[in-house]
């Protein structure tokens, strides 16, 4: 069955048998028609449907790419793909792509060879087809297969005008399935009496969020853990807000053991983003609200792992236990005005089942977990009761320290080390480690042990998530007031920067 959706926006969008990913794709355009309803059989459909962009999620045997299948210059059997000159065998693959039809309406296709694999289909990044396998990713240009153009995009078949492959690694993947995971994980990297063990870390941070907040994630989730030396220094992990975490290690000691950073406590914070990601349009472009996914697993996961399995977690013993109530308190000091803080503070108050309760009040249906952050701060505080919780959370924002001032604002660094945002985060301190010689600090006269204690007005000691706050709102063009104690001479000293 095929099922149709209307966006307002004049755009369709077609589960090809695939309802929970087109179901998601609807929500996340804001589509506000819910109707729901069976294609006109066969082919004719197509062109007896009034609109200007149509997207598809499906297979290559779903019925609608029969519709479309003479338009595209690739060809699929099975898990092979036939694209160019050259031939891919992936049981995993996702081929992405768009182009305008001969009723001149936008089309966009999303194939893949499953259904668990095309939860991992991402972004055109600006190209007219991309080809991944969703072992290797979806966050980045980086993790896609090939990416390129076609030549006339009116053309019917369309024609390959250029193509890019990408070198990713190629170790196999051996699966290993309990109750509520799927394993894919190279045997270079994790031994399978390892992947046992891995498998069942994650199902204690599973019940830590099922039995302490009493909410539900999805019926199986996907984990993909593997080497990527070509891409990866240590170790990089990330998800999408369905039902997937990718885990990538430069090799087998990064894993066993890290150097830099926690992988339990980041698996932790990839499962509450999967367990419930609220949005805001607070920090733009940015879409999510990471209140949850910071709170959750560093007071409640990271504390719920060590008391289930103590040191004997991970692979080696490593002071995993320090990402727990402690670092959330260290990353929150001035901060107190963020719903972040207010979670710990209803937690502490109220306890953990309110917070869980108010989560499924506000999930409205299985696939879509993402209301709006404000929205579900307000059904919480109606929870509580209590009058002054209610007026904080009037007064409160999303957290701004999981936002990227690099990612979203690609500042040009100022010149000196930690960088700003490790400062604000993990630090929480402000004094300058190092000056980058002939950087812009360098010119100013910014000195190794000097210390911010301002930020556009903002004391960094006592309002440090106004001053993130106020960082991310800028843009280029825009000038940042800095307020610096000189070490020498404990004099302050202003210094004003204007983004490029």
């Not at 996702?94 to 289909?121: M, P, Q």
């Not at 660094?413 to 490790?422: I, M, N, S, V």
Request: aromatic content about 16%; overall charge positive.
């Amino acid at each position: 069955m095929l099922i149709i959706f209307i966006f307002s926006i004049g755009t369709i969008v077609y589960g090809g048998g695939f309802y929970p990913q087109a179901y998601y794709y609807k929500m996340l355009g804001n589509a506000i028609a819910e109707e729901e309803f069976n294609l006109i059989p066969d082919t004719q459909f197509s062109e007896q449907i009034k609109t200007e962009k149509l997207i598809f999620w499906g297979s290559p045997q779903s019925r609608f790419f029969q519709y479309y299948r003479s338009y595209i210059p690739v060809k699929f059997s099975g898990d092979t793909i036939f694209i160019s000159d050259t031939i891919i065998i992936a049981d995993d693959f996702i081929f992405h792509c768009k182009f305008t039809d001969s009723l001149n309406r936008d089309v966009e296709l999303i194939l893949a060879y499953n259904e668990e694999a095309i939860t991992g289909a991402g972004d055109l990044y600006g190209y007219d087809f991309t080809l991944a396998r969703k072992r290797d990713g979806m966050m980045y240009q980086k993790d896609l297969l090939a990416f390129g153009q076609w030549g006339d995009k009116r053309a019917k078949p369309l024609g390959i005008s250029e193509i890019t492959w990408q070198k990713h690694s190629l170790f196999p993947l051996h699966k290993l399935k309990n109750r509520y995971f799927t394993l894919y994980y190279d045997d270079g990297l994790i031994s399978s009496p390892e992947a046992i063990k891995f498998i069942n870390l994650l199902e204690i941070m599973r019940d830590g969020y099922c039995k302490q907040y009493g909410i539900f994630l999805p019926e199986t989730i996907f984990v993909y853990l593997y080497r990527d030396s070509i891409t990866v220094k240590e170790f990089n992990c990330y998800s999408n807000s369905f039902n997937t975490i990718w885990l990538k290690f430069s090799d087998r000691q990064s894993f066993l053991m890290p150097q830099k950073g926690s992988p339990i406590y980041t698996i932790a914070h990839e499962l509450a983003r999967i367990s419930f990601q609220p949005l805001s349009d607070e920090y733009p472009p940015a879409i999510g609200a990471d209140d949850w996914s910071h709170y959750a697993p560093l007071v409640g996961i990271v504390p719920y792992v060590y008391k289930c399995l103590s040191d004997t977690a991970w692979f080696s013993k490593y002071s995993y236990q320090d990402y727990g109530i402690s670092l959330f308190e260290k990353i929150y000091q001035g901060a107190e005005n963020t719903y972040a803080w207010l979670l710990y503070e209803i937690d502490k108050k109220y306890g953990k089942e309110m917070i869980g309760k108010a989560i499924k009040m506000v999930i409205k249906n299985k696939y879509w977990r993402h209301p709006k952050m404000k929205d579900f701060m307000v059904v919480l505080g109606k929870l509580t009761k209590d009058k002054k919780i209610i007026n904080q959370i009037k007064n409160a924002y999303p957290t701004p320290f999981e936002h990227s001032l690099s990612r979203w604002k690609r500042w040009k660094g100022f010149g000196f080390k930690p960088y700003l945002e490790e400062m604000f985060i993990f630090e929480n301190r402000y004094v300058i480690d190092s000056i980058i010689p002939n950087s812009y600090a360098d010119s100013v006269g910014i000195e190794q042990g000097d210390e911010l204690v301002m930020i556009n007005g903002f004391d960094l000691g006592s309002k440090k998530a106004d001053a993130y706050k106020s960082l991310l709102h800028k843009n280029p063009g825009d000038k940042i007031t800095f307020i610096i104690r000189k070490k020498k001479s404990n004099e302050l000293k202003q210094v004003i920067v204007l983004i490029k």
